[in-house]
């Protein structure tokens, strides 16, 4: 069983900045790739960012040139730096991890965080 614990959402203005953190642990032997995804009020879930495990990341136009992801293999966990934010930027995100592990490959996704950008 894997656990996935986020944290680091909250309230923040137009412009302002947050860093979400995603700590994977459990039955876990490597991971491959670890991803953000979110939901806005009456949307889809949409993938924000993914990298893995070479490093090599993937934005959604969205995000390009505002939010960095990155990982600390040593820690299992996966970050999120949002920069620049905008009120459209305000979701619920959740965090995802493939892994190996006693059940071969395994996905799974944190409980989500939430972030909301408002003046």
């Known amino acids: 069983q894997v656990q996935l614990v986020e944290s680091g959402g909250g309230l923040v203005q137009p412009g302002g900045s947050l860093r979400l953190s995603c700590a994977a642990s459990g039955s876990i032997f490597s991971i491959r790739a670890m991803a953000w995804y979110r939901r806005a009020p009456g949307k889809e879930r949409e993938l924000v960012a993914v990298?893995?495990?070479?490093?090599?990341?993937n934005y959604a136009n969205s995000a390009k040139g505002r939010f960095t992801i990155s990982r600390d293999n040593a820690k299992n966990t996966v970050y999120l730096q949002m920069n620049s934010l905008k009120p459209e930027d305000t979701a619920v995100y959740y965090c995802?991890?493939?892994?190996?592990?006693?059940?071969?490959?395994?996905?799974?996704w944190g409980q989500g965080t939430q972030v909301t950008v408002s003046s």
């Open positions: 995802f991890v493939n892994s190996f592990g006693y059940r071969g490959s395994q996905a799974d």
């Open positions: 990298i893995d495990n070479g490093g090599n990341t």
